[in-house]
């Protein structure tokens, strides 16, 4: 499977991803993938998945919600706002990323509208659990967690803040939840589990930077893996004092019709860019301030 095409992989984690609403995740997928990698493909075989995966380029680039008028840089910029100039982390995985929206999240929108100094960590397919995403690491290069990940970064950068995305893989990889730990130390923390892996993050960025932390979740879907895991992320901000931008339990937020959804979302977890744009980045943006400004 190591010797795949970067097309290849960009087409079975489309297979994957595009998969996860209908709850099909990984190993049909990995199986099909690592079968046809060792058997090799023929000229006409080959040509017909480049075929498939230029399809599904075009369906998501033509996506209503990824029209241009919704590109980061043709948003109103807020010059006065009070994050401009602020060096924040984003780290994460595809919501992030911004899978289904060409590359381009709320981390863009955030550098375009604000001027925030954005440093992107975000890797499609990863885990806040510190163990090695199979699916990632043969499709996106990096199998590594988000703790894993963290830790590479420049020790010496002046952060003000990380933003931290709750992961919908740790949910539908459903990988232990854990326990809050009784210590406050690094070495305390059972970092292979949800729990301890968000307490390392939020230990190691301020003894790293001595910066803030934010959690945020996605918007509403049915799980309930990550209904817990939003649970437990209150649970440690009483322990932690960090900042949550809650778009999984507010329901007036979640209140909207079928057509509006549908523009914002091309599946239930990633978002187009409308749904950056006009959906999740202006409670993103007034939450975070608000934060930051206490």
């Known amino acids: 499977m190591f010797f795949l095409t970067k097309s290849l992989r960009k087409f079975f984690s489309d297979e994957i991803y595009w998969n996860q609403k ?12 690592i079968a046809l990698g060792a058997a090799g493909l023929g000229a006409a075989s080959y040509a017909g998945i480049r075929a498939f995966i230029a399809a599904g380029e075009k369906k998501r680039r033509e996506a209503p919600g990824n029209a241009d008028q919704y ?5 109103e910029k807020h010059p006065d706002s009070p994050l401009n100039g602020k060096t924040i982390i984003f780290l994460g995985s595809s919501v992030t990323y911004g899978a289904a929206s060409g590359a381009e999240s709320f981390v863009e929108l955030f550098e375009a509208v604000d001027g925030v100094n954005a440093v992107k960590e975000a890797v499609s397919g990863t885990t806040l659990a510190d163990q090695i995403s199979v ?19 420049d020790r ?15 949910a ?3 990988k232990p939840l854990g ?12 970092a292979k589990t949800v729990t301890g892996a968000m307490e390392t993050i939020v230990r190691y960025a301020k003894d790293t930077w001595n910066c803030p932390v934010v959690f945020y979740t996605g ?8 209904a817990a895991m939003v649970k437990r992320l209150y649970e440690l901000q009483e322990k932690w004092n960090i900042g949550i931008i809650d778009m999984y339990t507010d329901e007036a ?34 939450d975070l301030t608000e934060f930051l400004s206490e």
């Open 71 to 75: 590109k980061p840089e043709k948003q």
């Open 135 to 153: 699916p990632a690491m043969l499709f996106f290069g990096s199998g590594d967690s988000y703790v894993k990940r963290m830790k590479k970064l």
């Open 253 to 286: 937020f979640n209140t909207i019709d079928k057509e509006t959804y549908d523009l914002y979302m091309y599946d239930p977890i990633h978002p187009t860019k409308a749904g950056y744009t006009k959906w999740w980045f202006p409670k993103m943006e007034k």
């Open 172 to 174: 539908t990889m459903k």
């Open 156 to 170: 010496n950068m002046k952060a003000d803040c990380l933003v931290c995305q709750l992961s919908t893989n740790d």
């Open 22 to 33: 209908n709850k099909r995740y990984t190993m049909n997928h990995l199986i099909r993938g």
């Open 179 to 190: 326990v809050i730990s009784e210590g406050d130390d690094l070495s305390s923390f059972d």
């Open 219 to 226: 918007s509403y879907y049915e799980s309930a893996e990550y």
